[in-house]
């Protein structure tokens, strides 16, 4: 019975062009920018809110019972009467600095058309089916990222409401007198989710290099940073012999090349130094100090640590045999998140109905998906990123075809699903 009507929904997908439609939804909404030229939409802008009302009409008329919570997330329901669970598909829709028009809102696009289709076709799930554009993932304004979607996990924390903008604004002004317990009343229990599931955009050239139009997440890659100060000894650029030298930033270029060294070995290890600084330097003084970050991630925390206490050792060595002091501090660490392998199959069933190979890939980005995986199960499909690969960037571009596909594969998991 579940595989005729399977069969039918399939048929009249086949009419859908859900591809055009997504692309066509993200140019517009592209058109709400806090910029005259490019697309920047920051948490609570003018822009950014006419990206939610936008949202919630598209909503709206796609069928859904669509609200903007006390967050800004914007919350379209595809109704299962008798049902007690919530499947979530969703991401963000706020950008960073001058970003591209698919990152976060082809997930949040692609599960709207997908939605639309199946109250269109009078298909009721065994769940109610939760569209969900966060407000905030990139962090942008305040410096905290996943507001958004922490806040519907359940992981929002409180001190945010202390935070200040670069204008001395503070998110708990900006969401008023009751907003730190309005936020917390969003939150989810495990209870209540029967998953979590996001498309979006790789911001990778790895299924391009693969000619592969999507790809399967198995984790999303958990990043360690530090901030490392090197102290070395100032002096005069003509007076001071090379060998009698303690230059910080000679040590500092040392260290850069070997975490690329020691990161070059790995297959999910990443290591960069994005990052670099002399304080006060000028052109006639040897640096006597020498700022660095230094961002390490991999597929698991393992492999990650097993790179940290290596590059830490070697930082140590550098600074002993250069004479200066290396105070390397630690500012944030997030375990690596792995996608169930439940979603992960049936992503994989999904696409080989296409006549695609499945192809499983990381993701070295973070993603408002980690937010639910202590929650409940997750998955991710990871959709061609054009241009080499680039994201972040007004360059980020799909194709209207492989936007096609990705809802495609997402309708004929959900209609799989028990
Ligand atoms: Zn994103």
């Known amino acids: 019975m579940l595989k005729d009507r399977v069969v039918d929904i399939g048929k009249s997908a086949q009419d859908a062009r859900f591809g055009a439609k997504i692309v066509d939804m993200a140019r517009r909404l592209a058109q709400f920018s806090e910029s005259a030229d490019g697309l920047t939409c920051t948490f609570f802008s003018p822009a950014h809110k006419a990206t939610a009302s936008q949202l919630r009409e598209w909503m709206h008329s796609a069928g859904l019972k669509a609200e903007i919570d006390a967050i800004g997330n914007v919350v379209g329901r595809h109704p299962s009467p008798g049902s007690a669970k919530a499947l979530i598909v969703g991401s ?3 950008t960073v600095i001058n970003g591209g ?92 989710l029967r998953g979590y599931l996001e498309v979006h955009i790789e911001q990778g050239p790895v299924l391009l290099q693969k000619g592969l139009p999507v790809g399967i997440v198995t984790s999303i890659a958990g990043a360690v940073r530090f901030w490392i100060t090197i102290d070395g000894v100032a002096g005069h650029a003509g007076t001071v012999p090379m060998l009698l030298r303690h230059d910080a930033a000679a040590a500092a270029a040392e260290i850069v090349l070997a975490v690329e060294r020691r990161c070059a070995g790995g297959a999910t290890l990443v290591g960069t130094v994005g990052q670099l600084a002399v304080p006060r330097g000028a052109i006639n003084v040897i640096p006597g100090r020498c700022e660095l970050s230094l961002d390490l991630r991999a597929v698991d925390d393992g492999t990650r640590d097993a790179a940290v206490a290596d590059i830490l050792d070697t930082i140590k060595r550098i600074a002993e045999r250069r004479g200066v002091t290396a105070n390397v501090k630690e500012i944030a660490r997030q375990a690596a998140v792995p996608c169930a392998k439940g979603f ?29 995986a202590d929650l409940t199960d997750i998955g991710m499909l990871f959709v061609r990123c054009g241009n080499g690969g680039i994201s972040h960037s007004p360059l980020e ?5 492989d936007a096609d596909l990705a809802a495609r594969v997402l309708l004929d998991l959900l209609v799989n699903m028990d």
């Open 92 to 94: 963000h829709y706020d």
């Open 101 to 192: 028009m698919f990152d976060g809102r082809l997930g949040i696009l692609t599960a709207l058309v997908v939605a639309e289709h199946l109250r269109c076709v009078g298909w009721r799930l065994p769940f109610h089916l939760d569209v969900v554009a966060f407000s905030e993932e990139e962090g942008v304004r305040f410096s905290a990222p996943y507001l958004g979607s922490s806040a519907i996990a359940g992981r929002f924390k409180e001190a945010t409401m202390q935070y200040r903008d670069a204008n001395g604004i503070r998110f708990g002004d900006l969401m008023g007198d009751t907003g730190a317990s309005a936020i917390s009343a969003l939150a989810r229990s495990a209870s209540t």
């Open 344 to 372: 992960q199959s049936s992503f994989a069933k999904a696409i080989s109905k296409t006549g695609i190979e499945p192809f499983y890939l990381v993701s070295g980005a973070g993603h408002d998906a980690a937010m639910f």
């Open 397 to 401: 571009t799909i194709t209207e075809e």
